[in-house]
């Protein structure tokens, strides 16, 4: 990490425009555009506030495909600045213009939530026939079950259950199967398949990043094909390993890396796929023992990873809050 004086770090964050820039990217990786209409800046004038904030080692830069999402730079960089703005706010009040930028804030939460949403509920009757354009599932079951192993699922939680495929390939390895899902018109197609199936399991609405369920509830969580419409994956990844209990296993099945942009545009994906690095380094960031299951080839690549809570040397019966 490159070492910038710290009045050279004070002298950038003069500007208050860059200071608030900071406080937003906390909370959500963002586009020059979004970040313009949030401060109602022109987007030349926020490239410049960006290029110094970037030389000074204080935001990063994500570029998929045509796309170029902001974001923060290394923990050990901004988290002393943030520790001092929470003081601030304890202190002597937050200052008001970082609520008002929050409020609007809001309102691009709600377009990107709304777009994915129009989306969902458009697809939702083609919702496999759109995951058969990558590897058959018969490929990706087989390399699912290789990153479970044989043993018994016990409890299992499928975030972003989606028609509930998942949930029919493995609820009768489990004492409890649950699914969620934040589209309710998912929900009822999942409903639907599973009753006419016979499977055993429940569902109810839930949101990835806000799981309603105590820590370690789950001995086994499932995200397929789920990650790549987050806007902040490593959330959805820290929530998943919130709720895994000590000895669970969590498998992740997801795209690659690509760039494949016309899947962002006709899909509403928010992430071209994933590398390996990305992954693993999410999953070890939460205490659990991480590794590649396999990459299988097709249209495009798909990823499959696994990860393991060590098991504690006593271990609480979890409980779980309703969901639906």
């Known amino acids: 990490m490159k070492v910038v004086p710290p009045e050279d770090m004070f002298r950038v964050l003069g500007d208050g425009m860059r200071l608030r820039t900071l406080v937003l990217l906390r ?9 313009a209409q949030v401060l109602g800046q022109s987007q030349p004038r926020m490239s410049q506030h960006i290029k110094a904030l970037q030389e000074s080692g204080l935001v990063r830069r994500r570029k998929e495909g045509t796309a170029v999402f902001l ?25 008001p213009w970082f609520a008002a930028d929050r409020a609007r804030l809001k309102a691009i939460r709600a377009d990107r ?5 129009r989306f969902f509920e458009r697809n939702a009757w083609r919702w496999d026939e759109l995951r058969a354009l990558h590897v058959p599932d018969t490929e990706v079951d087989r390399v699912i079950d290789l990153g479970l192993g044989d043993r018994p699922l016990g409890r299992l939680l499928d975030i972003g259950t989606g028609t509930g495929r998942m949930l029919e390939q493995l609820a009768g390895r489990a004492h409890f199967a649950l699914g969620v899902d934040r589209s309710p018109e998912m929900l009822r197609f999942a409903r639907a398949r599973l009753a006419e199936r016979g499977t055993a399991a429940a569902l109810g609405q839930a949101d ?114 309703s969901v639906g």
């Open 27 to 35: 909370s959500l990786e963002l586009t020059v555009g979004e970040l």
């Open 71 to 95: 974001r923060l730079g290394p923990s050990a960089r901004v988290q002393p600045l943030f520790a001092l703005l929470d003081d601030w706010a304890i202190t002597g009040g937050e200052m």
């Open 113 to 117: 939530a709304a777009e994915a949403q």
């Open 208 to 321: 990835m990043y806000a799981l309603p369920m105590e820590d370690g509830t789950f001995d086994t969580v499932i995200l397929h094909q789920v990650l790549h419409y987050a806007h902040h994956p490593e959330a959805a990844i820290a929530e998943a390993a919130r709720v895994l209990a000590p000895g669970g296993t969590m498998v992740i099945a997801d795209m690659a890396s690509h760039e494949r942009e016309d899947l962002r545009r006709r899909f509403a994906h928010a992430r071209l796929g994933f590398t390996d690095r990305a992954v693993l380094d999410w999953l070890g960031e939460h205490g659990l023992e991480a590794r590649v299951v396999a990459h299988l080839a097709g249209e495009l690549t798909i990823s499959v990873w696994a990860a393991t809570r060590p098991a504690a040397a006593q271990q609480q019966q979890p409980s779980l809050r």
